[in-house]
C-alpha cells in the first residue's frame, strides 16, 4: 500500500503549539494537556489515554506522570509503541517559536526553541491525526509521552511499564538528523563508597587508629595500578571506563581519619563489562578498608552503595524495530545509519522494561542553547516515518 500522506501546515502549526508551552521537568501538566486536546480532537478515545505515577517516585515530585495512549487496531498485527518526552530545559522558558525560512527558531533571542523535544512529541501526534482521518485499518498503536527526560531520564526510570502491555516494536522519537538511528546507548553505574576507620590522637596514639584516607590510597593506587581506573581495556573482558571523582573527609592533621567519602562511577556498551568493573571497585574498597587495622587489630570497614543510572542496550542491525525504521527512513529518499551514543535516552529505561526501542531524531539542531532551531523538512520527514511505522506498508 502506498504511503499516507500528511498535511505540512497542520503538522507544522502542531509544534508550533506545543513549542509555545512552557514546560520544565517536573512542569508538564500544560504540554500534556495539550497533547490530549490534540489527540482526542483526532478521534483517539479519552478512556484510552492516561497518567502512570512515575512523578510520585521522582525525586522532583512533578506535576503529571508520563501519559500512556492505547489505540486499538483495527487489524490484527504487531503492537507499535511511538514515544517522545513532553518536557525541555530551563533555556527553552518563554520561547516564542516562528518560522524563519527552512527553520522554526525561537524569536525572543534569550531562549531556546524547546524542538527537543516538542517535535517529537508533534511527530507522534501528527501521524496517529492522519492515519485516524485515512480510515485505513491498521494494528494496534500504543504511544508514550514521558516527562522528566531531561533531569536523568527520570520519566520512563520510574515508568509504570505494567500499564503498557505489550509492545511488538517500538520507536523513540527525540533530538537529532532524521537519518540518524539510535540503536544502542551506554550504561553508566554510580558508586558512594563510606570507609570507616578509628579515631585516635595522631601525635599521642596513631597506632590506635586505623586511617580512612590510608584506605581510600591504597583502594584507588590497587585500581589503578591493576588497569580498573581511566579507560579500562581488558582483553577477552570488555572494555569500559572508571572514575573516582569526588573524595572528601578529615577536619585536623592531629587526628587519625575515621571516615572518608568517595564517589565514583563506572561506564560500558557492555553491560557485564560495566558490573565487572563495579565488582573490582567494591572489591579493592573492601579489602583495603579489611587491610588497615588499629593496633588492637580492629580493621576498617566500606560502606558502598551502587545506583544504576541507565542499563546500556544495543540493537542487533537486522531487528524488526531497526529494519522497519531504516525502511521507511529510505523510502523518503534519506540514508538511513545506525549509531551507538555515549549519553542515556529514555529507550535505556525501556530496554530494561523488555521494550526495545530504535530512537530517531526529528530535525532538532542545537539542542539545549539559545541557537536551537528545528530543520522543517527534517521534522516533516520524521512526521512520515512515524506515520509510515503505524500504517501498514506493503512488507
Ligand atoms: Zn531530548
Redesign the pocket.
Known sequence: MPALPIDPDAALKRFLKLAAIDGISGKEREVMTQIITLLTAAGVDELAIRFDDANTRSHIGGEVGNLLVDIPGTLPGPTTLLSA?ADTVPVCLGSTPAIDGDVVKSVRESTGLGA??RA?CAAIITAVTELLRSKRPHAPVKLLFFVQ??IGLSGSRHLDASLLGQVDRAFNF??GRIEKMTTGATGGERLTILLHGTPAHAGVAPQAGASAIVMAARAIDELYRNGWLGLVNKPGLGVGTANVGVISGGDATNVITPLVRLRAEARSHDSAMRSRIVEEIIKAFRSAAAEIKTEAGVAGRAEITTTVDYESFRLADDHPAVVAAEQAIRELGRQPYCDVTNGGLDANWLYRYGIPAVTLGCGQCD?HTTNETLAIPDYLAACRVALRLISPGDE
Request: hydrophobic share 10%; no cysteine.
Open positions: 518526552h527537543d523535544d517529537g527526560e531531561e527525540d533530538g539542542i
